[in-house]
């Protein structure tokens, strides 16, 4: 049927369509080559000619991946504990700071949020070196604890919840405050439930961005058992592994959680980005 | 444990004064709860605040004019020596140089990529929700495993983009193409964050706008330049800024692909911070660096939230 009315498939932006699939394909090329290249053996890609799909399928490098020839596991391992961590803990701070700065009554309060968004003109750069020499001087070096320090407290986050429970219309606090019910049950009970969206936004937020991290994992681990994905998996280049394939596979389950994880919150992430984004 | 004792020797007016403490207590919580819970939810963020991102640049100021020994220690004043000889030195202004050219490099071509890719994937088309997420995702993928496919790409003797493009470069390993190639790498993920808010600020365009130039049949191009682009030009400048400060801190593709070199003609000033102070250890030369960085940082937010006020002013 499509093929009997081409005219009408054009009008109604099929050509749009097809220029843009070829756009596509040459922007995310880069994808499309680690994908292709984990399924190719390493024989192949130093003896045949380039080509950009393998010639030969095959699960080999995989399999060495799973039979532990790289220790993606364990820095995998340690990378969701690092990002689990900084997004639970950058969720409660942000909600608890964003709820002292509008529901209860705390003096300076503007004055704190001007602050807390100040923290963000701050470049990561100018602390770093006092945030490296904190958490090496209290032998925090190779912790989780030392991995997520210095990520707790997200300015955006802080401004996105207040934002949220700004947009909670006032009578929802005084008809809870009339029916008996305290600022803290008022918080877990009430506010918060209607938070989804906002918390969410942020979660997947958080979650993405510590998954990428790179410098500050560099800095603080030097122990492979306490090695993130980003740092270990770039490491592996500097030896004399010059097994691509192998580590294209190991690429691939670096990406896929995180690639997983942003197309299913997706429309959480975009709002969460460009609302947080604004003032920032 | 000394409560339990004195109870027993004065049980009467013990559990008195306990009751009473106790009813006092949860009186004056209950009268100030709000206060107090404010107070208590707020301390949190404050210490983080103060422990990270305050105190530790005060830190940095401090070691800044300080010597450091090498486990990063300050052990004598010495004024502002560092700065002086960081100004008067090569390899600064060097970093400078090459900072500004990595920010013309990456900002003007990934927004104009963005910008096209988001006026062509605007409207309703076949798939279009799922082009979107296609377009969006880079930004959620690693820079650090994009340098690494990048390389394998651009290898002098058997990636990819010299095979098909018939070239014979050297790339990363060239001292002429080495900033390039690390803008590269940076533009993959920069374009697919523009692209969020480009579309967005997009998709905020009434459509009747672009129905009515169609009905007085005014083409694509005329389209883009007479509504596109007026209705995204706060997007824009807004992204300009953003833009700047995050390739101004791009690090892991350079320390992944070029480490600084060939001979400098990578060493931005955030990977010469770096170098500074975790490959060579001297901490104070770093901290001075990263205090420049941080003012030349805080001029381009004061440039951007001048114009910003200027612009809500005229409307």
């Avoid at chain 1, 391992?77 to 909600?95: C, G, P, Y």
């Avoid at chain 1, 602050?115 to 032998?139: D, K, Q």
């Avoid at chain 2, 709860?33 to 401090?62: C, D, H, M, N």
């Amino acid at each position: 049927m499509r093929v009997r009315k081409p005219a009408r498939f054009l009008r109604r932006g099929g050509l749009r369509a097809l220029l843009v699939i070829a756009v596509a394909l040459v922007y995310l090329f880069p994808l499309v080559r680690i994908f292709s290249m984990s399924f190719t053996s390493a024989s192949e890609l130093y003896a045949a000619e380039a080509s950009i799909l393998p010639r030969q399928f095959t699960l080999e490098n995989y399999v060495s991946v799973f039979e532990g020839n790289i220790p993606i596991f364990t820095f995998l391992k340690n990378t969701v504990a690092m990002a689990l961590l900084i997004t639970a803990i950058q969720l409660a701070v942000s909600s608890i700071t964003a709820y002292a700065l509008t529901g209860l009554d705390l003096p300076f309060q503007n004055v704190i949020f001007v602050l807390i968004l100040g923290g963000m003109m701050i470049p990561f750069e100018s602390t770093m070196l006092s945030n490296y020499l904190f958490v090496a001087g209290h032998s925090l070096r190779n912790t989780y604890l030392g991995l997520i320090l210095p990520f707790l407290l997200s300015p955006a986050g802080v401004f996105l919840m207040r934002q949220q429970f700004r947009s909670i219309p006032r009578e929802m606090y005084e008809a809870a405050a009339i029916d008996g019910c305290g600022p803290l049950r008022l918080f877990v009970r009430i506010l918060l439930p209607m938070s989804g969206n906002a918390l969410a936004s942020l979660g997947i937020l958080s979650m993405v961005t510590a998954w990428n991290q790179y410098v500050w994992p560099l800095l603080v681990t030097d122990k492979n058992e306490m090695r993130t994905v980003q740092v270990g998996i770039s490491m592996l280049q500097g030896l004399e592994f010059s097994d691509y394939t192998l580590v294209m596979a190991g690429i691939v389950l670096v990406l896929l959680p995180c690639v997983l994880i942003f197309i299913v919150g997706f429309r959480f992430f975009v709002a969460g980005l460009t609302e947080g984004a604004v003032k920032g | 444990m000394e409560n339990v004792k004195r109870n027993t020797l004065f049980p009467a007016r013990g559990n008195q004064a306990a009751a009473a403490a106790r009813g006092g207590l949860a009186q004056f919580w209950k009268r100030h709860e709000k206060r107090l819970l404010g107070i208590l939810f707020v301390l949190p963020a404050l210490y983080l605040l103060w422990q990270f991102s305050y105190g530790a640049f005060f830190q940095t100021l401090y070691n800044s004019v300080h010597l450091t020994n090498i486990r990063g220690q300050a052990v004598a004043f010495c004024g502002f020596d560092l700065y002086r000889s960081l100004l008067s030195g090569e390899e600064f202004w060097n970093s400078c140089l090459v900072s500004v050219e990595f920010v013309l490099l990456t900002v003007l071509p990934s927004l104009a990529a963005a910008l096209a890719l988001a006026a062509l994937c605007r409207g309703r088309m076949p798939g279009g929700r799922l082009i979107n997420v296609l377009f969006s995702m880079p930004v959620a993928v690693s820079s650090a495993c994009v340098t690494m496919v990048f390389m394998t790409l651009l290898e002098p003797s058997m990636g990819l983009v010299n095979e098909l493009l018939g070239l014979d470069l050297k790339w990363y390993l060239d001292s002429e193409l080495a900033l390039v190639s690390v803008a590269m790498v940076v533009n993959w993920n920069l374009i697919a964050m523009d692209f969020i808010f480009l579309s967005a600020a997009l998709r905020a365009v009434p459509v009747s706008y672009y129905e009515s130039a169609s009905l007085d049949g005014a083409d694509g191009w005329k389209v883009f330049r007479n509504i596109t682009l007026p209705s995204v030009s706060p997007t824009l400048f807004f992204l300009t800024v953003v833009n700047i400060l995050q390739t101004f801190q791009a690090f892991g593709p350079i320390n992944i692909m070029t480490g600084g070199g060939p001979s400098g003609a990578t060493d931005v000033l955030s990977y010469s911070i770096y170098r500074d102070a975790f490959v060579n250890y001297q901490f104070s030369p770093a901290a001075a660096k990263s205090v420049l960085l941080f003012f030349i940082l805080l001029g381009v937010t004061m440039v951007q939230m001048k114009s910003e006020k200027r612009r809500v002013f005229y409307q």
